[in-house]
Structures are given as C-alpha cells and as structure tokens.
C-alpha cells in the first residue's frame, strides 16, 4: 500500500530518490566528529537495524532521521553539513536523547547514511519554496488521517501565534539612537487530543498532565513518547524532569537543532500539526532551507550593509519570528486581523544563528560605513560576519572577498649558541580585499570579540593531537601539565637536533600546520683538536676563471666557513658552532687579521664553501688585497690575466694590434683603442660589455676583433685541413641582416652566414647550415627555440647585440645565454642599464660570471645602497670593480666632429573638449591605480595598463575611445605645422611613437595633405625596403614605432626627430634619437619633444630624468647616486 501525506502540511521532496553514487562522508569523518566509542556503538546499532528513515533536505546541508534506543520511542536525530562539491564536511549533530550532541545515535545515522548512500542514494531536498504542485499542497490535509494506524486517541500539538514581549536592543553606535522594535508574535505549542466531534481540544493534556497519560491506556504510547519529546526539546530539560509548564512552550526557546527531526516524527507517527484558530488548520513545514544574509551595497560614500533573510530563493516576508536560540528555523505567519487566526509556516535555518543576529535581520535599516573606515570594517568586523552570515552584493557593487580558514603557523628560529626558538601563531586574512593583509595572531583561544574562529583552531588542534603530537612523545610541543600546545618555546643543543629530526618532520608529514625556518639548521658536538689557520693562493686546475684564495680554517679536519668565523666575531661570541655541529671557542686572535680583508668577496660570492675563490673578473678587488701584503703566491695565469687588466684601468692604455689583412675601414683612435680592449679580453678569455654611446661603431670593433681571431686560427691550422671555429653573434631579428652587410663590407675575407630557420623548420642540421662559416649571426628567438643546436657546436666566441634584450635574468633568453660554454662572451650595448642596476648584474653574470656571483648578494651589497639609500662609496666601488670589464665611450668624448645635437621640449596646451575627456579619465583611473598600487608587484599589470590609458588621451582622445573621434588632438595639430615647416626647409624628419594606432591617426594626416611618407613598426613586412625609401629620398618623413626603430637604424640622412609621447626610460628616446645623430652625419640635429602640458607626460619627464640620473651615476666618474627602477611612489607622483 503506497505511503500517504502524513497530518500537517509538510512540504514533500519534488524529486525521486537520487541515485548519485559519491559519497558525502567517510567513516574517519565520521569518528572525527563523534569519537572512537560512539562510533563503535553506533555501527552496532546500524549493524542491527536500529536506524529508521532517513531524508536529506537543504540542499544535503542537513541530514534528519530517527533511531531506536532502549525505550519504546526512537530518537531524533539532526546532523549538520556543508557541501564541499566533491565532499561535505560535517559541521555537528544534535539528538534528542540525553546526551544532545555526537552521541552513538548521531554515529548511527551518519553509517547507515553512508551505506545507503553506497546502494543508491537517500531521497533529495526540494528545489526551492515553490517546488510542490498545488495539488500535492491540497491533498495532503485530506490524507492526513490516512497513516493513523495507531490505537487509542490521537494526540496533537498545537501552535498559536501569543502577543511578544518587547525587545531590549542593546546599547551600541547602530542602535542608540533608534527607537525600539514593536514586540514580535511568539509562536507558542502545547499538546492536544482528538475530542467527540472530531476536533483537537485541550482538556487533559496540558504539559504537565503527559506524564499521567501512559497509565490511562487510552492513547497510543508511541505518540506519547514522541509529544514528551518535543516536550524536553522545547524547554531544555528532559521530558521526565520536574519542570512541566501547564500552558505553552515557545519555539523561539528551543535551544537544538532536533526539533525538526521530532517534527518528521510526530507527522510520520499520526500526530496532528494544527493552528489554535476556528478551522485547526493545518501547521506548514517547508521542506527547504532559509538563510541569513548581509547584502552589501557599495556608494559613493562607502558600504551599506542590511540584513537580508530568504527562503530558498524568494525573499523571506516581513513577518517572520526565530525558533531556537541560537536560532535554528524561522516562522512565517500571513497578514490578518486576529493573530491567532493567522497561518503558520516553518522553515529551517540552513545552518544555526547566534541570538546576537536577531536584531541585525530583523531591522530594515541600512548600516552605513563611511569609505575612509573600509579598511578598519573589513579587518575588525567582516570575518566575524562572515562566520555569522553569507555575505551578498545583489547588485554586484562590492565583491565580496573570501575568508580561508585559520591556518596554523609555527616559526622556527635559528639562533646562535646552538639555540632555536619556537613560536606558534595562527594566520587570519580576507583574500583579495583592498587595503587588507593576513593577520599572525598569537595562539591563545581566549577572544571576547569574536574576530577569531575558536571552531576552526580547536579542530585544527584536534587534528594534531590525534596525530600522535601528545605531552609524553612531543613535550615541546604540548604541556604535560594542562596538555595543550604550548604557545612559544626555546630549545638549546642536542635538544634542538632531536625536534628538528623528530617533531618538525612529523608536523611536515601531517600537512597542517605552516612552518617557516629563519636561519640554518645545524648539530652540535665539541671539537677535538685546536683551530689551524692557513693562507695561500694556487691556480684551480679544472677552471680557466677561479683562482682559489685559500684561507682556511680547520676544526677536526673540517673546513670552517670565513664568513660564519667573522660574524660570530662581530657578535662579541665566545663559541662558533659550525654547519656540522662541531663547536669550539673563537679566543684565537689570527681569526680577526682577515676579517676586512675578504668581506666584500664573501659578501658577493654564491659560493659558501670550503675556501674563497676569486675570479679573474675580480682584477680590482685582486688590487686591494694585495695592497695588504699578505699574498704569498700566484699563479701564472692570473698573473697574466689581471696584470693586463689593473695596467689598462690606471692608465687607460693597451698594447696596440694591428688590424687583420683585408679589414676594409681605417679605425678612429677611440675604436682602435677598444679593439685592442676586445683583443686582450679575447686572448685571456675575459668576457666583457662593449657599451659605448649609441652610433659609435660597436660594430666595425666587434668585427675587426672577429676579423683577427679567424686570421690567428686560420694561420695555427694551416694545411691540416680543418676549419676555424666560428664566431656566433645573436641580434634582434632586423638587426641580423644589418650585421650580414656590414661583416661583407668591412671584412670581405669572412665566411658569414645569417640564420633566419630553425633547424627542423630548415630541416637540416645546424651545423650543416653553417658549413665552414667563420661568423654565424641569428636572432634572440631562433636562438631560444633552437639553443640545443647552438649549444651542440665549439665556438671561439659568441657576441650579443642590443645585450639590452637579456636584461631579465628571469628569461629563458638569459639563462641559455649563461648556460652556453663559450670561451669569450661580448654584450653589445649602448644602454647597459636602463632601469636598475640589477640589470648591469644581469649582462655581467653572462659574460664575466665570476665577478659578482650571487644576485642576492650584488642586491644587498651594491643596489639597496645605491637606489635606496643614495650610498655614493658603494657606488665609487661598483664603478672600479666594473670598469676593467666595461668600456664606455659617449659621442661628446671621442666623436668631437659629430655635429651639434639641439633639443626643445615643446610644452602643448591640450584643447578644451580634449582637457575635459583628459580630466575625466585622469580622476577615474587615479582612484583606481591609488587602490591598487598597496600591493604593486600584483597589481603591476592593471597599474601600468591605467597609466597607458592616460598617455593616450594626452595623445589623442580617440585612441582610447572612438567616441572621442570628433575630440580635435592638439599634438596633432603641432606636428602638421612642424612637418610643413622643416619639409619646406629641405629637412628630413623622423617622427617616433610607442603607439602604433597614433602613427596611423598621423599618416592619416599626412595622407590628407599629399605628404610622401614611409612607416615602419613591428609588423612591417619589407623592412629593408622601407627603410631604402626615406634613406634614397623619395619620402621626406619617416614613421617609425619606438619597439621596431629603436635599434638596428643607421638613418643620419634625417636631422629632424620628433618625439610624440615621453616616456620614463630616457634610453627608449636616447636611441631613437640615435638613428639620425650618430657617425656619418653631416648636419646638426634637431630634436623635438612633445610633452602635453598639465598632464601625466610632464610626470613622466620628471621621472626620466631621474632614471637618466642614476645610469650617469653608474656610467661615469662623476655621478652621484640615484633611484632605480619605477616604484609605487614614482606611480603616486605620475597621477599626481
């Protein structure tokens, strides 16, 4: 016989019986929660068949079902879930037995969940509130009788809305001044019976009198047993306790969630669910689950926050009251004239709320809070909301940023004398909120202000003591006494070895917990013989680069690290205690005769080991030590090597050498003087930066010296046979073809060869390709993509030109670049610096790898100093210790009949409408970079994307918006002028722009007035082609982008440059400009800069020339420091 709708309108499941086969839960969840010896009874129980029917509702949030214990009624049972997706996690159970919470009931239900579960599914939760058809709604009264199967008189509860009592809001900013709330109806129950006619009445069935019921034998004791139930639920004793009301009970002082499973049962049992008006209607119980939220509505002035109750998915009414406290549900009632009249709906809360949100979900007022006090709201108040409430944007304002759950921290610190000291913390924050960072708290569980989730650390606790981590087996970690963690501690000797071998590796395995180590680890045992020290210098046979600088310390056979002997020194400490363990006493004086001698070698190095090398690059820190006296031997070879080089930093002199046979081009004095530099490099494998001024002839040395060496090989060969190694040289990609034509101009005698394929795309090897070639040239990406070919053949030397392009040493390009065993490395480049000065790190590491090894170390020593502290004495030393290995020239030292370069920054007065469209951005993006810019290395991206935005509308308002295409562009307007100008005075122009879309509004302009015109950018095909149309005049004007022309141009047949839009790399303009002012001009230069008045350009011009300062300060003799690269406070001074 099909089961009928039991009495009360319960709001049956839309859906069948699911059949999803995941499982929500395991059984070590389960005994997590409950416990070893519950979960071993409640299996029993399960084993036994002692579970009823189980139903999920809410969405599997809640999980309700019935089990028989030892009387004649069964127990309800509510667990508590949240749905993880691919798990749920289990929150807490409640059951109406004595126990309440986690008993052997609750293990019950959650096993026999699982194992149906694993045979196809329990029954699901409904939509949503209007889920069930109206028919299922009307024919449920009219069943209602159907399941009453029991004998006896039926029993019912009750349920009649009472006037409330009036609310006491408690003091507080919100509240003050408000007037109180008007009182709320209580929904109050009590028991009933079915009467003579058919209807419920009172008579005989208070509170009280159900104790007396059972000896009557008139009604149905399992109906009894439920109704004494629901009794002990609603007033927090147990039904056979002395506290028995006469009257009514209330659902708003029901203190468990097992009152909705005492619901289900007491409909399943026959017992009627009925309103106190004329028609005993019946009670309506929503099948589906109300939340609690805060929807958060951000203004012009801040955020509003106001509470937001719904049932499913439709607002919850007006009228609506709280069961429980905390509150697990809510009651709904209609509108009417008496308020015992009015129908009754419950809803269950999807998950428990505070008695502290009542009032908050309650009022219809918005909490307002101020911009300014965002920050303070989101740190001090949002995650203890968040724990209270869902937190919603209905109108998608405020981005609600999520909260993670604590997380357990530990700091080890590794602390001289053998010592480590411990300290454990929990890590809080809210994950992408502005202004907002994670938060150490102390690990304390005492918090009266709630910011804390106490749930979440005891859990986390938990996890760890059930891990083993106990007061016998990890007694620094938890207290015997009181047996929980202890929040700091301090370890010395032996006993830190036997934590960081035993505890830290077992809390690493566990996976819980966030350890972080400050320092290094080490063990402890006390040296057996004295310290012997030991000083000399001897070649390293396996290196043509590293001399080893041994002075050594020996400890029982066992090498002692410099640099630890001297900071234990500077520390005042009477014992040094090295990586090893070993420890012996620091009062022998020879230990202090070295300690300034090697601190910036040691400081520099990434080598830590037994003794301190030094490289051949280091010729002027070679200098200084043996300006001390203390050198005792050298080697030849280094002798060779830095005697060379200390002669041509004092006199600024070398050996001459003769240009090789057939080199086509006399060399000018300066050129001569850095080919015999490149020579005496080349000949002791020294790598070194070519870093002269743009336009001088960094090429035609380069060559010569390729030159040489092919003649040097060729003559040493002779008739045997084989071939020269070659030269490999990589360029950009329009650079290669310029290299090809000039090696054939300027030494016809070499085999070149210019690689445009890579080897699988040519389908030939690359060694094939080459052939007998003497110089290989190919670009940066064919090298990248093809590096395993490059690196397959034996080069006598391998040059990078425009080095600038390596300047990352994050990319793949530089480290291949390091990666490659060459034995001469050259970096070709005007700007070998162009932002910071790790970037000078950056083409050293290539090609003088010896000389500042260690990044981190060249940071700390020379560019914090230098860029952050304006440190002028760590700037004279970088400069000597640089300047043997770096040669640099400028046009106005060596190239004195270069004709003048003049120029003008051109101060342009934006236009009305294009001021207005300007100030409009410029107060939009600024609030929106200044919001971005406290995490500038994440937000690095989407700053400079707003910085770019404001260029353009500098520019050209239409580049950002075509709705600005009437907006006139007064830059525009300008250069029309100046080009009729200059080409009606016979001069040739080259216009630049970073923006290719602003070069094509220009050749608009220039197509409209009949102007002939070339244009080059990143995309042009025909390079060469391009650039023969201006250079043999048949267009006076060349636009060219700054990312396609900033190198690789020989153009000085222009001697106007215009300069559209500043930007703050002055290298960036500085080669540009370089096209037409360099070697093989005859006339002076004209250099026009555009800079909008008023706006970001003028910032960026600032900028500029602070970046221009500080690679002056690096390049020359009389500089002062200066800052580095763009930071968050250049960012502040360009939005102004």
């Keep these: 016989m099909a089961r009928q709708s039991p009495p009360g309108d319960v709001v049956p499941p839309s859906d069948a019986p699911g059949t999803t086969t995941r499982e929500p839960f395991s059984e070590q969840d389960i005994r997590a929660l409950v416990g070893s010896a519950a979960f071993e009874k409640g299996t029993g129980y399960a084993d036994q068949g002692r579970v009823g029917e189980l139903q999920w509702f809410g969405g599997r949030t809640r999980l309700f079902g019935q089990v028989q214990g030892s009387g004649r009624s069964p127990y309800a049972v509510s667990v508590q879930l949240r749905d993880e997706g691919d798990h749920s996690i289990l929150l807490g159970g409640a059951c109406s037995c004595p126990v309440k919470h986690e008993c052997k009931h609750v293990a019950a239900v959650l096993v026999e969940a699982l194992r149906r579960e694993r045979d196809g599914g329990l029954a699901g939760p409904t939509a949503g509130v209007d889920a069930v058809p109206e028919w299922r709604s009307a024919l449920a009264p009219l069943l209602a009788g159907a399941e009453r199967t029991h004998s006896g008189i039926p029993l019912g509860l009750q349920f009649e809305l009472l006037p409330g009592e009036p609310v006491r809001r408690p003091p507080g900013r919100y509240n003050s001044y408000r007037p109180p709330p008007e009182p709320r109806p209580r929904l109050g129950v009590r028991p009933v019976r079915m009467g003579d006619r058919d209807r419920w009445v009172r008579t005989g069935t208070s509170w009280r009198d159900l104790g007396f019921l059972h000896y009557s034998h008139d009604y149905d004791e399992r109906q009894i047993d439920i109704v004494r139930e629901m009794q002990g639920i609603l007033s927090g004793h147990s039904a056979s306790s002395y506290y028995s009301p006469d009257t009514w009970l209330y659902l708003d002082q029901c203190r468990s969630e097992a009152i909705w499973a005492a619901l289900h049962g007491a409909v399943r049992a026959g017992i009627g669910l009925v309103m106190g008006d004329r028609d005993q209607s019946p009670l309506r119980i929503l099948d589906t689950t109300a939340t609690a939220s805060i929807d958060v509505t951000r203004t012009a002035n801040g955020l509003e926050l106001r509470s937001l109750v719904a049932i499913g998915d439709h607002p919850a009414p007006e009228e609506f009251g709280f069961i429980g406290d905390p509150a697990v549900g809510l009651y709904t009632w209609a509108a009417g004239d008496e308020l015992r009249a009015r129908p009754v709906t419950l809803v269950p809360f999807a998950a428990p709320l505070v008695s502290s949100a009542r009032t908050f979900l309650w009022s219809r007022e918005a909490i307002r809070i101020p911009e300014q006090e965002e920050s303070a709201f989101l740190t001090e108040h949002y995650q203890r909301l968040h724990r209270l409430f869902a937190i919603v944007s209905r109108d998608g304002s405020f981005e609600a940023p999520p909260v993670p759950e604590p997380r357990l921290g530990l700091t080890l610190e590794h602390t001289d004398g053998a010592g480590l000291r411990g300290s454990w913390w929990w890590r809080y924050g809210v994950e992408g909120a502005r202004g907002v960072e994670a938060e150490r708290l102390p690990l304390r569980l005492d918090d009266e202000s709630g910011y804390r989730d106490a749930e979440a650390e005891q859990r986390i606790l938990d996890s760890l003591t059930g891990a083993g981590i106990d007061p016998e087996s990890t007694p620094a970690l938890v207290s015997r006494s009181s047996r929980r963690l202890r929040p700091s501690f301090d370890l010395r000797g032996m006993q830190t070895v ?16 966030e350890i972080e180590e400050i320092g290094e680890r080490v063990e402890y045992r006390e040296a057996e013989t004295a310290p012997v020290v030991a000083v000399q210098t001897v070649a390293q046979p396996d290196s043509r680069d590293w001399f080893n600088l041994e002075i050594s310390v020996t400890v029982n056979d066992e090498a002692v690290p410099l640099a630890e002997i001297f900071l234990a020194l500077a520390r005042g400490d009477e014992y040094m205690v090295l990586p090893s363990g070993v420890y012996f006493a620091l009062d022998d004086e020879r230990f202090g005769r070295l300690r300034e001698l090697i601190a910036e070698a040691r400081e520099l190095s990434d080598d830590q080991g037994e003794t301190l090398r030094i490289s051949r690059f280091q010729s002027s820190l070679w200098d200084e030590l043996v300006e001390l ?22 006199t600024g002199a070398l050996e001459s050498r003769p240009l090789p046979d057939g080199f086509s081009v006399e060399l000018r004095p300066y050129q001569q003087l850095g080919y015999d530099w490149l020579s005496f490099l080349y000949d002791n494998q020294l790598g070194g930066v070519l870093a002269d001024d743009m336009g001088l002839g960094k090429t035609v040395q380069s060559l010569a010296l390729i030159a040489r060496a092919m003649q040097e090989q060729r003559a040493e060969i002779g008739d045997a046979g084989t071939s020269p190694r070659p030269f490999l040289v990589v360029a950009p990609t329009s650079v290669v073809p310029n290299w090809v034509g000039e090696a054939k101009r300027f030494a016809p005698g070499l085999t070149v060869v210019g690689i445009d394929e890579t080897s699988k795309k040519k389908r030939r090897a690359l060694s094939s390709v080459i052939g007998e070639a003497e110089l290989v040239v190919t670009s940066y990406a064919l090298f990248r993509l093809d590096y395993e070919s490059y690196a397959g053949i034996r080069w006598a030397g391998f040059m990078l030109d425009e080095a600038q392009f390596v300047k990352n040493r994050q990319s793949a390009t530089h480290q291949l670049a390091r990666r490659l065993d060459v034995p ?54 970088l400069r000597r210790r640089i300047r043997p290995l770096m040669l640099r020239r400028t046009k106005e030292l060596v190239a004195t009949e270069l004709p003048p370069k003049q120029e003008q920054t051109l101060q342009v007065e934006l236009g009305t409408r294009q001021r207005k469209v300007y100030d409009t951005y410029l107060a939009r993006e600024r ?152 070697i093989g001009q005859t006339r002076s230069v004209m250099v026009y800069r555009l800079v909008a008045k008023d706006t970001i350009e003028e910032k960026v011009m600032a900028l500029k020339e602070a970046k221009a300062a500080l690679f002056a300060a690096v390049m020359s003799d009389d500089g002062a420091a200066a800052a580095g690269g763009i930071t968050a406070e250049d960012v502040r001074e360009l939005l102004g």
């Design 824 to 877: 001469f490395k050259l970096a070709i480049t005007g700007t070998p610096m162009e932002n910071n000065v790790m970037e000078l790190w950056s083409l050293l590491s290539i090609v003088a790898p010896g000389l500042f090894p260690s990044p981190v170390g060249f940071a700390e020593f020379y560019q914090k100093p230098i860029e952050r502290d304006a440190d002028s004495e760590k700037l004279s030393q």
């Design 927 to 1078: 609030q929106r970079v200044l919001g971005l810019i406290g995490d500038f290395e994440k937000n690095r991206f989407a700053i400079f994307r707003a910085l770019t935005v404001l260029r353009q509308v500098a520019l050209d308002a239409a580049l950002v918006d075509e709705a600005h295409a009437t907006v006139p562009s007064t830059k525009l307007d300008l250069l029309d002028e100046l080009l009729a100008d200059a080409l009606a005075e016979g001069h040739r122009v080259l216009v630049f722009s970073q923006f290719t879309r602003f070069l094509g509004r220009v050749r608009g302009r220039l197509d409209a007035a009949g102007v002939e015109y070339a244009y080059l950018d990143g995309a042009t095909k025909k390079r060469d082609e391009v650039i023969e149309r201006f250079r043999s005049g048949d267009a006076g004007v060349f636009l060219i982008s700054l990312k396609a022309g900033g190198f690789g141009l020989n153009l000085t047949e222009a001697d106007y440059c215009i300069l559209l839009d500043p930007w703050w790399n002055p290298a960036t303009e500085s080669q540009a400009v370089d096209r037409a002012h360099r």
């Design 498 to 513: 036997g934590f960081l071998t035993g505890e830290v590796e077992r809390l690493r395995e566990l996976g819980t917990v």
């Design 629 to 650: 006296g203390v050198v005792e031997a050298q080697a030849a070879a280094w002798r060779r090597a830095v005697e060379g080089l200390s002669g041509f930093t004092a």
